[in-house]
């Protein structure tokens, strides 16, 4: 039960950083929000990592990758991070928080499980197949209506939030790689996002970073970088060592369900009939996609937490 709750305050907490965005930097560039979140949390991760990795001996597991095979594969997971900050921001500044949270983040287990498949030949399954097609029929239902119209979803927006479900996937899949060879939680978030932060010192350079020094600009900033990275993330890697991959899965579906619901009653978000039935066909693919996996079916088997499964490992 502990595992369960400490997923669910991370999903929570992820849940956040659209409205925190739209309420304390609403004038903002996306680029330049995600760029400084990324920039702080990624900052205080990797200290966490450096703290952690000098009160445990390392360990790698028998047949891990070389020191250059994990290079490339941080450096690869690194850019993802980089990528998903100013996409997902974009995206939620075009859609509105509930849309463009639930487009983004309703996508990323379905592209997290295509990327597997293509990377370890392992076809995710029937399940997932179907689970795809209802999604992607949601995507086309919800463009249907024109781009840019009131019951439509924004074009730019709809290509910045798949973009983000995408770069999400990528840092999946790295991740998984070095859990599997290994690393622990702290080390693989900590060096995957301490990596991106250092991505992120041009994008911070070279953007409007004007609304940090406002009281609001500045308390959002603070918000995003250690509620919604730092401390959500530590959460999130203390509840996966006690829970299977699809209950993790599953259990963070309640991010996006958090935006939505702070996207409406916070924001005052009212999307159209259209727009909901669209959510509702992805959601459903959701619930397709980690309603069929169990524990025990998993540990029958013989995988382990680190087996080649398409999960929700932000």
């Not at 999903?11 to 979140?37: H, K, N």
């Not at 959460?235 to 599953?250: D, K, M, Q």
């Given at each position: 039960m502990r595992s369960v709750l400490l997923v669910l305050l991370a999903?929570?907490?992820?849940?956040?950083?659209?409205?925190?965005?739209?309420?304390?930097?609403?004038?903002?560039?996306?680029?330049?929000?995600?760029?400084?979140?990324l920039l702080l949390g990624g900052t205080a991760l990797a200290l966490v990592a450096v703290i952690s990795s000098r009160r445990r001996p390392p360990h790698t597991a028998p047949g891990s990758a070389s020191g250059v095979g994990h290079t490339t594969v941080v450096v690869v997971g690194a850019l993802a991070v980089v990528a998903y900050q100013p996409t997902f921001f974009a995206g939620v500044d075009r859609n509105g928080v509930a849309v463009g949270t639930?487009?983004?983040?309703?996508?990323?287990?379905?592209?997290?499980?295509?990327?597997?498949?293509?990377?370890?030949?392992?076809?995710?399954?029937?399940?997932?197949?179907?689970?795809?097609?209802?999604?992607?029929?949601?995507?086309?239902?919800?463009?249907?209506?024109?781009?840019?119209?009131?019951?439509?979803?924004?074009?730019?927006?709809?290509?910045?939030?798949?973009?983000?479900?995408?770069?999400y996937a990528v840092y999946a899949v790295c991740s998984k790689r070095l859990l599997d060879d290994g690393w622990s939680p702290s080390k693989?978030?900590?060096?995957?996002?301490?990596?991106?932060?250092?991505?992120?010192?041009p994008l911070v350079l070279f953007s409007d970073t004007t609304w940090i020094v406002t009281a609001s600009g500045l308390t959002t900033v603070l918000w995003l970088g250690l509620a919604t990275v730092l401390v959500a993330?530590?959460?999130?890697?203390?509840?996966?060592?006690?829970?299977?991959?699809?209950?993790?899965?599953?259990?963070t579906l309640a991010e996006p369900l958090v935006a939505s619901a702070l996207g409406i009653i916070v924001l005052g978000e009212s999307p159209s009939l259209r727009v909901w039935i669209g959510v509702g066909v992805i959601v459903a693919g959701m619930i397709v996609l980690v309603g069929g996996s169990s524990p025990s079916s998993r540990s029958r088997r013989g995988q382990g937490p680190g087996a080649n499964e398409a999960i929700n490992t932000y």
């Open positions: 999903a929570a907490l992820f849940g956040t950083t659209g409205t925190a965005q739209a309420l304390g930097a609403p004038d903002a560039d996306p680029v330049s929000v995600g760029a400084a979140r639930l487009i983004a983040l309703g996508t990323a287990p379905l592209a997290t499980g295509a990327l597997s498949w293509a990377t370890t030949r392992a076809f995710p399954g029937v399940r997932w197949s179907v689970a795809t097609l209802l999604s992607v029929a949601g995507l086309v239902w919800l463009t249907g209506a024109g781009p840019g119209t009131r019951e439509g979803v924004d074009a730019v927006g709809l290509a910045a939030s798949l973009s983000a479900g995408l770069s693989t978030m900590g060096t995957l996002f301490g990596a991106g932060a250092l991505g992120t010192i993330y530590l959460l999130f890697a203390s509840g996966l060592r006690g829970l299977t991959a699809p209950v993790v899965a599953t259990l």
